[in-house]
């Protein structure tokens, strides 16, 4: 995962004026890395200060039923 496709999203977001975005932890687990390093990316990101609104982060983690 690279830092464009996070910083393309707020980039985006704060061009909109939007006062909140909501990134998914795009990458992690089927696209072969772990939560914890695209964790970190996004977090150096958003260290940058480029979008001054609320983020979320979103984990997907599958649940059984039975």
Partial sequence: MELSSVRNALKVASDH???????????????GHDEE????????????????GTVIIVSYRPTTTR
């Fill in 17 to 31: 004026k939007f006062q909140s975005v909501a990134l998914p932890l795009i990458g992690a687990g089927t696209g």
């Fill in 37 to 52: 390093s695209v964790m970190g990316i996004i977090q150096d990101e958003l260290s940058s200060g480029e979008f001054e």
